[in-house]
RNA sequence: GGAGAGGUGGCUGAGUGGUUGAAAGCGGCGGUCUUGAAAACCGCAGUCCUGCUUAGCGGGACCGGGGGUUCGAAUCCCUCCCUCUCCGCCA
């Protein structure tokens, strides 16, 4: 959400943002609306006055023993006109706020300006291309070599679009997560959280699931709750409509959360495999920082999730996502694309987005100044990682040509110093 | 799922339908006193919206959310949400 002051002062700014990120917004009627809402409200606050002033004076006689039914008579043709006025304000603010949550943030300044993805802008690549002496196998292949990887079965269970990992395979899906959360606590002072894997309609808006997202997420038919699409929600929802103390800032948060997505209308791509699928498992950093500090604290954002790749050993490139192609509450926002030899493509493993003020506001997301104003925090949050996408690099870069897998040093002590997967 | 109790400021907790934005206590901030601190005493303190002559001054809204009754609602009525206690069920 953005504030309405700033759109009302920067309206080309925010026409040219809805523009670039190809949503559409109904700018002139909110300006429209706006305009219509304080001339509401500077009437009925004027009624409201009188009628305040009112209810003193009828106080006053009624305490002396007067007769009041001369200006009872006359308030309540003012009631009335309060009342009439108080239906038009609530349908003004109402369809007011139903066009504003349309309008997404406004992309950062340095963020290239394009329809999609192809406008995108690579800005850092790491490691080097993995070579084979045979030909790299795709990760369904090397998986269900080992036993490891059984979708067949979680179709049976679930339905297409779910992971069954066994034996090693689920030890090493386990060991993943820990590794992450291991290194972003120890090594990068995050606090881990073990949230709620569903959240209600009002966390979702806070993030900015919804609106636009509703048919993209699973819901309940009887709460009204939804199964959260990434850890994202319940961590940034932590300090929803409660001010951060000042001196906690920054807050740095991390979890292992299982995401559940519909992935509706994306049939066709990446069918085979565990590229896209409807639940899976993702280790997710959120951060409340002050405001001035937030595009530096991506930076860092980004290099925590960076490391995990690097300690993989897992050749990747960052990019930096274009106005088309990044989200609608994010300001910036770069991806890891980690390479996957069998496919021989790059994955998203990882999306690290700056929110600024735009969830903040939503939420309702405040610190306290050190003049004790309240002011809207910035929130960002990335990947840290993405598991599938990353057992899927994994696998098919360390696949040897017997089939095994190798395991890399930094997981060795999650697996009880397993060295490798091998064929048993 | 059944029965009951309750949701008031940062916290605890009062509040006969009419100067109640709201007593009191705690905590917080500023001061007096003190070499310093504590104690004591005095004073200040909420959020949001809106207007203007915008370091300020007005006005309005806010006592879980929404609706209703009334000239007037924290207070009465309806409804939803949440919390707590007991029973049942259950990992």
């Given amino acids: 959400m953005l504030d309405l002051d700033f759109i009302r002062s920067n309206p080309d700014k925010v026409k040219k943002a809805v523009q670039n990120k190809g949503e559409k917004a109904n700018l002139d009627e909110v300006l429209k609306l706006d305009t219509a809402r304080r001339e509401v409200i500077t009437q009925l606050d004027n009624l409201r006055a009188r009628r305040n002033k009112a209810s003193d004076e009828v106080a006053q006689l009624k305490k002396s023993g007067q007769d009041a039914k001369a200006i009872i008579t006359e308030m309540k043709t003012v009631s009335a006109d309060i009342k009439r006025l108080e239906d038009e304000i609530k349908s003004v603010e109402d369809k007011l706020q139903q066009l504003l949550r349309w309008i997404p943030n406004i992309p950062a300044d340095d963020v290239p300006i394009g329809i999609d993805a192809k406008s995108n802008l690579e800005v850092k690549h790491w490691g080097k291309r993995a070579e084979f002496s045979f030909a790299a196998k795709p990760h369904w292949e090397i998986g269900s070599n080992l036993g490891i990887l059984d979708s067949e079965t979680a179709t049976r269970i679930a339905g297409s679009g779910f992971i069954l990992l066994k034996g090693k395979g689920a030890r090493l899906e386990r060991a993943l997560i820990n590794f992450m959360i291991d290194l972003h606590t120890q090594e990068h002072n995050y606090c881990e959280i073990a949230p709620p894997f569903m959240a209600n309609r009002q966390s979702m808006f806070a993030t900015g699931q919804l609106p636009n997202l509703e048919q993209d997420m699973y819901a309940t038919k009887e709460e009204d709750m939804f199964l959260i699409p990434t850890a994202e929600v319940p961590l940034t929802n932590i300090w929803r409509d409660t001010p951060i103390p000042e001196d906690d800032l920054p807050v740095y948060y991390t979890a292992y959360t299982p995401c559940f997505r519909r992935e509706s209308g994306s049939y066709g791509k ?21 405001p001035k500090t937030s595009f530096d604290e991506l930076e860092k954002l980004l290099s925590d999730a960076e490391s995990v790749l690097q300690a993989l050993g897992l050749e990747y490139r960052v990019v930096k996502l274009s106005t088309g192609d990044m989200s609608f509450a994010s300001a910036k926002t770069y991806d890891i694309e980690a390479w996957a030899p069998g496919l021989g493509r790059y994955l998203e493993v990882s999306s690290c987005s700056n929110f600024t003020d735009f969830q903040a506001r939503r939420g309702n997301i405040k610190f306290r100044d050190k003049n004790g104003k309240l002011k809207f925090v910035h929130t960002l949050n990335g990947s840290g990682l993405a598991l599938p996408r990353t057992l899927i690099c994994l696998l098919e870069t360390y696949q040897q040509p017997d089939g095994a897998v190798e395991i890399p040093k930094v997981l060795q002590p999650y697996m009880d110093g397993v060295t490798a997967i091998k064929h048993s």
């Fill in 270 to 290: 990446d069918t085979r495999g565990i590229v896209r699928v409807h639940q899976f498992d993702k280790v997710e950093m959120v951060k409340f920082v002050q």
